[in-house]
């Protein structure tokens, strides 16, 4: 599952749950992104690979993959699905998404090469569309996970606010932020 993860939420992570356990995957691979060519200002990889780590540690089937936080200049998933297949040569790939970022994907680099390296699952994102139009159908499954309204955005707010992230987030995650002063314009 590829995310920005700034910061990981409760959210990823019923959603990566779900999915694991609909394809019985062995493994959920967690890939902060290093440059998120589509999104503004984001805090330093390290950070966002570190709460990723605390956020995932407790569940076996969960590991965290550094390869596009190591790769220089944006990060595009062509090369991370490359690098990971690299790393597990003989494992079958599936790309975990949101319903907000399927609805992107036409806009991703190198696009038409995507669907050779791995299986695209979509999980339904309370307030977008869940819906494969354009895309090619064998090669991208839709799974409804449950609702869970929380944006890395908002979670992100609600700390600048002063306002809890408590069970927004998991609570190692919230100890992380408050330690190293995230998301506050004044620390
Ligand atoms: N609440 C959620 N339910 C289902 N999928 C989600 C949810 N939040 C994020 N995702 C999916 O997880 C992946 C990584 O998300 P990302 O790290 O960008 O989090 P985000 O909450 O969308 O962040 P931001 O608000 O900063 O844009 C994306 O594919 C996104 O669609
Ligand atoms: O390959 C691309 O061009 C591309 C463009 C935008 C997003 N992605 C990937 O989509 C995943 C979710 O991204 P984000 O920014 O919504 O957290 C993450 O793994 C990104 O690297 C990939």
């Excluded at 200002?41 to 969960?62: D, K, W």
């Excluded at 790393?87 to 399927?102: Q, V």
Aim: proline residues 6%; glycine residues 6%; hydrophobic residues 40%.
């Amino acid at each position: 599952m590829g995310g920005t993860f700034d910061p990981i939420h409760h959210g990823h992570l019923v959603a990566a749950s779900e999915v694991a356990q609909s394809f019985d995957l062995d493994e959920v691979i967690f890939v902060p992104t290093g440059v998120p060519w589509q999104k503004a200002a984001v805090s330093p990889g390290e950070h966002r690979y570190l709460m990723t780590v605390i956020a995932t540690a407790s569940n076996p089937r969960f590991t965290v993959s550094r390869v596009d936080i190591e790769r220089q200049g944006p990060t595009y998933t062509i090369d991370t699905l490359r690098d990971v297949h690299a790393e597990r040569p003989d494992a079958e790939l599936f790309f975990i998404t949101g319903a907000d970022a399927i609805a992107q994907i036409l806009t991703w680099k190198d696009v038409s090469e995507l669907w050779e390296l791995a299986h695209f699952v979509a999980v339904s994102r309370p307030g977008h569309d869940l819906s494969i139009s354009g895309l090619p159908e064998g090669d991208v499954s839709l799974l409804e996970v449950p609702a869970l309204a929380i944006s890395s955005t908002d979670c992100r707010a609600r700390v600048e606010r002063g306002d809890p992230v408590w069970y927004l987030v998991p609570d190692g995650v919230v100890q992380y932020i408050s330690k190293h002063h995230l998301y506050r314009s004044v620390a």
